[in-house]
Nanobody, 125 residues
């Protein structure tokens, strides 16, 4: 599985961005997808996850109500819509995937087998 993340950029606090992750390889419907971020000097942290069907989603508390993860209408894509961005949302955002016979979502870095290259999101105050 190869993952390509895009859509990052420099925005002001309160603005919105939409990240996209395109997956190639085995059947996309078999993949649980996740988004993580890493700020300078910090560990990579969970942001959001979407189940294989798209019917279940999960978010870290700090982004609930502001971010929305979804499986895109375009084939083999996962989207992360980020609204009301804050300076603390700054970091490199990574998409991740795991091929697994599982109907739920995944939160841990160690549960994902495939990673994209990351896209930088910078939110200025």
């Amino acid at each position: 599985v190869q993952l390509q993340a895009s859509g990052g950029g420099l925005v002001q606090a309160g603005d919105s961005l939409r990240l996209s992750c395109a997956a190639s390889g085995p059947t996309f419907s078999s993949l649980v997808m996740g988004w993580f971020r890493q700020a300078p000097g910090k560990e990579r942290e969970f942001v959001a996850s979407v189940s294989r069907s798209g019917g279940s989603t999960d978010y870290t508390d700090s982004v609930k109500g502001r971010f929305t993860v979804s499986r895109g209408k375009a084939r083999n894509t996962v989207l992360l819509q980020m609204n009301s961005l804050k300076p603390e949302d700054t970091g490199v955002y990574y998409c991740a995937a795991r091929s697994i016979a599982f109907s739920g979502t995944l939160r841990s870095v160690t549960e994902y087998a495939y990673w994209g290259q990351g896209t930088q999101v910078t939110v200025s105050s």
